[in-house]
């Protein structure tokens, strides 16, 4: 999502700041700022927009200096706007911070800070941070005045600032103090990436490896809970509990392409990866704590009674996010027994759709542009529709124009092919379903879900890791004729979406059917040139899976089956099983997409093809 860079050294920092932000560009972002240390006062230039305009904003001023920080947001907390825009200071200014991630407890935080007396400027969860800080840099002033003490009263500022955050961050900061110090850029990591780099007479930080490749290619990568203080001439290391790191740093040999994939030879396969961190994103600032369990909050689009007691939910999309709707369908019938209609949105459009008011409305779309679910809501609007809008995307024309928006917060997805967008559409369709659920006490055990929820990012990790297997199998099944998906309840659902993958990237003929309606007519496409991927997750239909199964063995087709692990029935009867972690069957689409994402992309792989750029696709659909 956003980028964090900073600099310390002997150059004039702003060229450097610029530079390094553009080579974080393709993370994505909607506003671009930087802080530069100036003759003992901290010089703050922000804007909303692309990095150009902010360039061309400093092209007209001069800002000397050789510290300073720089970012570029992608918008969670307040608009898109200058003011919202990073880095944010303390009142006096005297502190400046950039940052990454989500700050959980920020609203409470900012109440508290309100009463000690600071007025707050931004609608941001960041800002809590430079006053936090700050606040503790004064009390540690005072302390070393009284006690004629030696503490870096700074550092430690920051220290206790981090013993009350809760969520994810990456930090970087620089501040003017007294004299005791030389000029220094202090940086956290939790959750969210940052990386030291290491030069001579200069240092720098950085979200991601692109950035300083044309510096350095010695970096530590800053771990969980790790704290880093930069000078000109070197670089210490702690915890949060303020203890000292010693570690060799790391070597960088990538070249620049690779460099902006993280290492990985696509950008899919690393969007494919990022999922269990997406996972984390989209889920932890939603989910409190409360004395009797975990609770939803869902404070963007603040849910009421009125939307509970809906008599009906109408969901629109199209393609991937179609299928992400085909999901919610079943998990809102599931979850909070209410009925659900899905639609195409290029078919919605065109025919005579009966509209009531006290339905529910929600549209998806990873872009937030997509011109058939536009033309979809707005004629849903004109009916007298509530349209909630899924999107990934801060700022976009189905962002402004729904009532409500929540956001999936995948971050930027470069691949045309849809993975991670795909999954937190899911995680955030769950959500809804069972916060609307509680809301009409249709789930008494919701806090059993949520943990499974809250488990989730794990157990995508631990399929990620198995993911050789997968290739291993697209090497012997990539060159089939046709490939079928197959599935019942919530795994046919997912199953149109694990069609739609292969095809979209490996050009192979997919399709996915509802697993009882095999003998309706499907069946007269298998044989010997077809494999038939059963996704088989739903316990209680097992044994019609099975038979299923053996229809298509008795024709020839090659299977592969994604299930549970510890389930053996389907060992003796399919040519290959891979299983996923335990959890709930109601969930499981979370975690089976990910092996059909997998073989899709070691297909297109094997074919030659490049799974970033599939022919004739474009990312957002913006045309009929």
């Known amino acids: 999502m956003c980028g964090i860079t900073g600099y310390v050294g002997y150059r ?5 700041l610029l530079e390094t932000l553009k080579k974080l560009e393709y993370r994505g972002y909607d506003s671009a ?15 909303k927009g692309p990095l150009k305009v902010l360039a061309e904003r400093l092209a007209s001023e001069t800002i000397e200096g050789s510290l300073g920080i720089g970012h570029t947001r992608w918008a969670t907390h307040g608009e898109p706007s200058d003011i ?22 920020y609203a409470k935080l900012k109440e508290w800070l309100q009463a000690q007396g600071v007025v707050f400027r931004s609608d941001t969860d960041t800002e809590v941070i430079a006053h936090l800080i700050n606040y503790y840099y004064g009390k540690n002033r005072k302390k070393q005045e009284n006690d004629s003490g030696t503490e870096d009263a700074l550092l430690h500022a920051v220290l206790q600032t981090l013993t009350r955050l809760e969520g994810s961050y990456a930090l970087g900061l620089i501040a003017i103090e007294n004299n005791d110090f030389p000029d220094r850029l202090i940086a956290v990591r939790k959750d969210s990436p940052l990386i030291v780099g290491l030069g001579k007479g200069e240092h720098f930080i950085a979200s991601d490896v692109p950035a300083l490749l044309g510096y350095t290619r ?57 999922q269990a961190k997406a996972f984390t994103d989209t889920l932890r600032p939603r989910l409190t704590r409360e004395a009797q369990g975990w609770d939803i909050t869902l404070d963007e689009i603040k849910l009421d009674a009125g939307w509970a007691a809906a008599p009906r939910i109408v969901i629109t999309a199209c393609g991937t996010a179609w299928h992400a709707a085909m999901v919610g369908k079943y998990a809102f019938e599931h979850f909070a027994r209410i009925p659900v209609e899905v639609d195409i949105a290029s078919e919605y459009r065109y025919r005579n759709p009966v509209f009531n008011p006290q339905d529910i ?90 943990g499974a929820l809250r488990d989730m990012a794990d157990k995508a990790a631990q399929i990620l890791h198995k993911q050789e297997l997968i290739q291993r199998f697209a090497s012997r099944q990539f060159n089939k004729d046709k ?19 292969l095809k979209e990237i490996s050009y192979t003929h997919s399709e996915a059917f509802a697993a009882g309606e095999l003998k309706h007519g499907p069946i007269a496409l298998v044989d010997t040139n077809t494999l038939v991927v059963a996704l088989a997750t739903q316990r209680e239909l097992f044994d019609k899976i099975v038979s299923n199964i053996r229809e298509v063995t008795a024709r020839g087709a090659a299977t592969w089956v994604i299930t549970w692990e510890g389930e053996t029935v389907f060992n003796a009867i399919a040519d290959e099983v891979f299983t996923l972690p335990q959890t709930e069957d109601s969930l499981s689409p979370l975690l089976s997409i990910i092996p059909a994402q997998l073989f899709a992309y070691y297909c297109a792989v094997q074919k030659g093809n490049d799974p970033d750029k599939p022919r004739n696709l474009a990312k957002s659909v913006t045309v009929e």
């Open 84 to 105: 919202n825009s990073h880095p944010h200071t303390d009142v006096a200014g005297h502190i400046a911070v950039v940052h990454n991630g989500i700050i959980e407890n």
């Open 218 to 274: 010695e970096v530590y990568f800053l771990e969980d809970r790790e704290v880093a203080v930069l000078y000109r001439d070197h670089v210490d290391l702690f915890t949060e509990q303020g203890e000292q790191i010693h570690r060799a740093p790391s070597h960088i040999d990538w070249d620049m392409a690779s460099a902006e994939k993280g290492g990985y030879a696509h950008f899919m396969l690393k969007e494919i990866h990022e």
């Open 33 to 47: 700022g930087i802080a530069v240390l100036h003759e003992q006062a901290l010089l703050v230039r922000k804007m």
């Open 361 to 450: 409305f929600i549209v998806i779309s990873q872009s937030g542009e997509t011109a058939d679910t536009l033309a979809a809501m707005r004629l849903a609007k004109q009916g007298g529709a509530r349209i909630l809008a899924i999107t990934n995307t801060v700022g976009s024309t189905l962002s402004r124009e729904a009532h409500l928006v929540l956001y999936t917060w995948a971050g930027p997805e470069i691949a045309v092919a849809s993975t991670k967008a795909f999954t937190t559409q899911l995680l955030c369709l769950y959500l809804l379903a069972l916060k609307i659920g509680v809301l009409r006490s249709k789930v008494p055990d919701v806090d059993r879900y949520l």
């Open 12 to 16: 004039q920092v702003t060229p450097v």
């Open 483 to 501: 490939v079928f998906f197959i599935g019942r309840q919530f795994d046919y659902a997912v199953s149109l979406e694990c069609a739609l993958k």
